[in-house]
């Protein structure tokens, strides 16, 4: 038998190649999204934005701003890093404050293409100018003082909000040190920089002694027969699923201010008014679709019951349409609602049933559910805006799109493990190993 | 009656588990017998209809299992080596979900919690719940409608000693019925007296091994050889 390494050492290495794993799968999508921003938002308006979070802005609307970033990133990473941590992992020769440090330093590898984003827009921002009668060299060194606290602060702000969301979660009274520093560490000024790196490292010592236990109670009421499976999936998804609202006000609440502000005439407003719709449709289905995958994945049992996959597919979409429907508040805000409203139908089916479909195919997809839904939606209500007749294409296709989905369904291999299946909620065999 | 026509299944296509495998199993308890990782659950799961195959056909009854989906699932009953039940539901829920699948009355499905011994835990969710008491829900769930296929993985594993003599003595009854059972299980000795027949994965085919030895200790001998590898010449 050779020499053993020490503990700490095999978990960073091990936790350093999980989180390199994750970045290299986050660095297509956030690539994607960098070429977006520069090429259809402009340059300009991101370097806008840039400036207003790393020099105009105070703490106050800085560190709020920074701190929902970073917390809505190591919401998306944790999870996917710390499948299977309260298991078996937990018997291996390591203690837990190791355990979780390894994996807060995962989580800031997986980030660090976003990260480096963040940095390199803080870079461009902070440029001091030219400067005279001043060295090159003298010029890069002012540059480099002037970048160094947000740098830092992003790194520290990051394992801060890992610390905060690494499950399991501390206990809320536990979870104000971390967030306290992810806050402060936006400050810009290095003295509230390192108050942020001081309350990090308190935050770390006490969150590895504090570790909460793992909840294991279930339901108490019981389901409605009749009403089992979009029942099951609302439990599955619990008050998540108010999360999928959010992408889709922020769409309908841009149209709405865009109509308000700008006098157009009745085909531009109506095509823009149904391109809003549409989108926040998208936006909302993508997203309901995308957590309701990974909270109630397939089950496999249930597929030898006497239910078809068209059933099951038909439930899901016939839930998703259904929950959609709160949207339709969304007409009211726009000119003429009973236009818009009819258009609407063929949308909101094809939607519902490729959400549906999708959802199946998640773990084949580079983008999983939300980024394929996403980007057809996009596509489908600029062709919306542009040909409304097309709503009835839509919903004539919709029959097409149902049997594309149950051949998803069909074609799933539940046992195979896919990498969609990232965390303990999202794991089928973990029902019966939780 | 259970048969596989050209059946042929890859969870990477790279490696089959199963290739152009054909069988047919009719009525009786079919030992399914193998070293690991040979395909024996995997078969099962086909069976089941959980897994699709990539190609060929599987007929429960003569009903083609991915074409008349529902009416095919009405005959079988699957036990998952681990039993997967949701979390977000409790045992009663999920057993009256099966009594109204398979058109059975509610009540059915609180006999079977009954004679399971799971009435005190039927308001529980799966969390709440051991290994032995999972499995013991899912042949709860296998008992409501009486189907003529039942297909086992493990089903002895994590069983107390009281619940697994339940266990065999109901799958002595349901074979002597005329029941179609698969079973797949590493513990032979307590299936052996009952087995009608075996079957083997290997690379890809099935072997089923009829006309096993009469005598008790030759067949124990007979279905330990094939349990560990070896064909059916080596085995007698």
Redesign the interface.
């Known amino acids: 038998m050779g020499p053993s390494m020490r503990p700490e050492r095999a978990l960073v290495l091990f936790h350093l190649r999980v989180g390199a794993r994750l970045a290299l799968r986050v660095l297509a999508p956030v690539l994607a999204a960098c070429l977006f921003v520069y090429y259809i938002l402009r340059p300009e308006f991101t370097l806008e934005i840039a400036r207003i979070l790393f020099v105009e802005a105070s703490l106050l609307e800085a560190g709020l701003a920074g701190t929902l970033l970073l917390l809505g990133l190591a919401r998306i990473v944790a999870p996917r890093l710390a499948a299977g941590s309260g298991g078996w992992a937990r018997s291996l020769p390591a203690d837990s404050a190791t355990r979780r440090l390894a994996a807060v330093l995962s989580m800031l590898v997986a980030e660090a293409p976003l990260l480096a984003v963040l940095g390199a827009l803080a870079w461009a921002v902070t440029d001091p100018g030219p400067m005279p009668g001043v060295a090159y060299i003298v010029r890069v060194a002012e540059h480099v003082v002037r970048v160094a606290p947000h740098i830092a602060g992003l790194v520290l702000g990051a394992t801060a909000a890992g610390l905060a969301r690494l499950p399991p979660l501390p206990s809320l009274p536990m979870r104000v040190l971390p967030l306290a520093a992810c806050y402060l560490s936006f400050g810009r000024d290095p003295a509230v920089v390192g108050v942020s790196g001081l309350l990090l490292a308190l935050a770390a010592a006490l969150s590895v002694r504090t570790a909460p236990a793992r909840r294991?109670?279930?339901?108490?009421r019981?389901?409605l027969?009749f009403a089992?499976f979009p029942a099951?999936a609302l439990?599955?998804v619990r008050g998540r699923i108010l999360l999928a609202y959010l992408p889709a006000v922020f769409v309908l609440g841009a149209a709405w201010l865009f109509l308000r502000n700008n006098d157009l005439s009745a085909r531009p407003a109506f095509a823009l008014s149904l391109f809003g719709l549409s989108l926040a449709i998208t936006a909302f289905i993508a997203t309901a679709a995308d957590i309701l995958a990974s909270r109630?994945p397939v089950?496999?049992?249930l597929?030898?019951?006497?239910?078809?996959?068209a059933?099951r597919v038909r439930d899901d979409a016939l839930l998703l349409a259904l929950l959609a429907l709160p949207l339709a508040i969304g007409l009211a805000l726009l000119r003429r609602p009973a236009a818009e409203a009819v258009y609407l139908f063929g949308p909101v089916a094809w939607f519902a049933i490729r959400g549906a479909g999708t959802m199946r195919e998640a773990g084949d997809r580079p983008f999983g559910t939300l980024g394929t839904v996403a980007v057809e939606g996009t596509i489908l209500s600029l062709l919306l805006a542009l040909l409304p007749t097309a709503s009835f294409l839509l919903a004539a296709a919709t029959p097409m799109a149902f049997l594309l989905a149950r051949n998803a369904e069909?074609?799933?291999?539940?046992?195979?493990w896919s990498e969609r299946h990232h965390s303990n909620a999202g794991d089928?065999?973990s029902?019966?190993?939780? | 009656m259970m048969v596989f026509e050209g059946v042929t299944f890859a969870?990477e296509p790279s490696r089959p588990v199963l290739r152009d495998a054909s069988l047919a199993l009719g009525p009786g308890l079919s030992l399914l017998v193998g070293p690991n990782g040979c395909g024996k659950s995997?078969l099962l799961?086909l069976a089941?209809?959980?897994?699709?195959p990539d190609r060929g056909r599987i007929l429960i009854d003569g009903i083609d299992l991915?074409e008349r989906?529902?009416?095919a699932?009405?005959a079988?009953?699957?036990l998952?080596e681990?039993?997967?039940?949701?979390?977000?539901?409790?045992l009663?829920?999920v057993l009256?979900?099966?009594c109204?699948?398979?058109g059975e009355p509610k009540a059915t499905g609180v006999k079977a919690l009954e004679i399971f011994g799971l009435v005190n835990e039927a308001?529980?969710?799966?969390?709440?719940l051991s290994?032995g008491q999972?499995k013991r829900a899912?042949f709860a769930a296998a008992f409501i409608g009486w189907p003529g296929h039942i297909?086992l993985d493990e089903p002895l594993d994590a069983l107390d000693r009281q619940i697994s003599d339940d266990v065999l003595k109901w799958i002595g009854e349901r074979t002597a019925s005329g029941a179609t059972l698969v079973v797949v299980s590493h513990a032979i000795e307590p299936l052996a007296g009952l087995v009608t027949r075996a079957v083997t994965v290997r690379d890809g085919s099935c072997t089923v091994h009829e006309g096993l030895p009469a005598e008790p200790a030759a067949r124990l001998r007979f279905l330990d050889a094939l349990a560990r590898g070896k064909d059916e010449f080596d085995a007698a």
């Open positions: 294991r109670h279930g339901p108490r019981r389901l027969s089992f099951l439990r599955a109630r089950w496999p049992w597929r030898s019951l006497p239910l078809s996959a059933a069909r074609r799933l291999k539940p046992t195979l089928p065999l029902w019966s190993a939780s | 969870y995997t799961k089941a209809g959980v897994e699709r991915w989906e529902v009416e699932r009405h079988l009953a699957y998952p681990f039993p997967d039940i949701t979390p977000y539901a409790t009663r829920d009256r979900l099966v109204r699948l398979r308001d529980h969710s799966v969390r709440e290994s999972r899912l297909f």
